[in-house]
């Protein structure tokens, strides 16, 4: 059975925003070019000094040292203010270093921090080690529950920051990031985005509303699995210093190097962000009925709770999708075991796919009624989809479906009451009628 499609077109290939008369993709695309005086190149150069000398006694230039800034990473610092709309941008060496820099910029002992009760696990991790620590004071929230926001940010002990997660890691919950920005203002709280899941190029929190964005660049943004790194885009110059000067204390920027390689993949980001797009589709359409399949996590499905405000604020949908298996954890090692284009790992945003296990991979770390309350189960897996052939990922997706399906079937009985042996070469199980009603697929 196939899945009717939506015709509303894609979103993943509209025009980005104009922006000083140019539009994303070309501010993307030229980062860093012909901005060489001294030869003239038109790639940046990458500067690797460590230091840089004074013109004269007490007469610095504009770099001196390279953790408080750099040429090559400047390059990239301003490519991403300028994709995401904002005032200033800090590289950091990774994006678990932007996260920390925003929390020492930003929060004082006592101070009360909301966040997604099902963000990404080395979040969890930091958020509830130092708050283990009386660094602060944290509160899950569900934000995709506008009363259980308004509640949070009600009361006497009102939070200073609200930590938003858009789309949420793993199970794609998406956030209205205008709406819980307006609360979070009228509270007095500052608003931080993740947006590592999209990237700036299909979503620009600063526009809705959020004071700083936080990257894992990582990911989409270098978009090769080769660079580990991250960067927080302020919404004014007073955050961009702020954050800029705990950078530079806490010794987390970002290396020239990994600065470098980031700025050439964010060239490529558009036309990866096609690719993966298109992948995307082609494979929810193809596993979205499998009886192995019993959901799917994707903002691009319209039956997806958060449908509708990702169709609003977002200019598509990703290439992250999570699905849960029956069986549980017997299906999910029947699923990896043989997978041939999927690779069993944690991370995302590169080109080539990959599969991860959440509960055992990226929110180990998370206790298990913290993982419970998440939604976040043993047959939960979360795919990036990369950019090999369509068919390749299809074919591979559904052999590991059927070896999943295959591993949890009930052995047949016989007249006699005995059971006989189930053939692994072929799928156990048929479609209910649940199954065979799947909702429909907006196309991105």
């Not at 590991?400 to 070469?425: I, K, N």
Request: hydrophobic letters at 45%; one cysteine or more; a negative charge.
């Amino acid at each position: 059975m196939t899945l009717p499609r939506s015709t509303s077109g894609s979103p993943a290939t509209a025009a980005p925003q104009q922006q000083g008369g140019l539009s994303a993709l070309t501010r993307a695309i030229r980062a860093g070019i012909d901005s060489d005086p001294s030869q003239g190149s038109v790639a940046p150069p990458l500067f690797l000094s460590s230091n840089y000398s004074f013109a004269g006694f007490d007469q610095p230039r504009r770099y001196d040292y390279t953790r408080s800034g750099n040429p090559t990473r400047d390059v990239l610092a301003d490519a991403l203010t300028a994709l995401e709309g904002g005032a200033g941008a800090t590289v950091c060496a990774t994006g678990m270093g932007a996260i920390t820099v925003c929390l020492n910029a930003l929060l004082c002992p006592g101070d009360k921090v909301l966040i997604p009760h099902d963000c990404y696990g080395g979040t969890w991790r930091l958020f509830d080690s130092l708050a283990a620590r009386g660094h602060f004071v944290v509160e899950t929230v569900d934000f995709s529950d506008q009363d259980a926001v308004a509640d949070a940010l009600a009361g006497q002990h009102r939070p200073v920051l609200v930590w938003l997660e858009t789309p949420s890691n793993p199970l794609l919950r998406v956030t209205d990031v205008a709406a819980v920005a307006a609360a979070a203002h009228a509270a007095g709280a500052i608003v931080v985005a993740d947006n590592t899941f999209l990237s700036p190029l299909l979503q620009q929190p600063l526009q809705l509303g959020a004071d700083l964005v936080v990257h894992s660049t990582t990911k989409y943004i270098n978009g090769h699995s080769d660079v580990v790194g991250g960067a927080v885009v302020a919404g004014t110059a007073e955050l961009a210093e702020q954050i800029s000067w705990w950078a530079n204390v806490l010794g987390l920027t970002g290396s020239p190097f990994d600065s470098y390689l980031t700025v050439r993949g964010l060239r490529t980001l558009h036309t990866r962000l096609r690719a993966h797009s298109e992948n995307t589709d082609a494979v929810i359409a193809a596993i979205g009925e499998h009886p192995a399949v019993t959901a799917v996590h994707y903002p691009g499905l319209v039956s997806h709770p958060g449908h509708r405000i990702a169709a609003r604020q977002q200019q598509g949908f990703g290439a992250m999708l999570s699905i849960e298996l029956a069986g549980g954890e017997t299906a999910v090692r029947a699923f990896v075991d043989g997978l041939r284009c999927f690779s069993l790992a944690e991370s995302l945003g590169g080109t080539e796919s990959l599969v991860a296990h959440p509960a055992t991979m990226t929110h180990a770390s998370m206790s298990a009624e913290a993982r419970r309350l998440a939604g976040i189960g043993d047959g939960l897996l979360r795919l990036s989809i990369g950019i090999e052939a369509a068919e390749d990922l299809v074919a591979d997706l559904l052999d590991a479906l059927d070896r999943a399906a295959a591993a949890t079937a009930p052995a047949p009985a016989d007249r006699l009451g005995t059971s006989t042996p189930v053939d692994e070469g072929t799928s156990a199980g048929t479609a209910t009628e649940a199954e065979l009603s799947r909702p429909q697929l907006l196309r991105i």
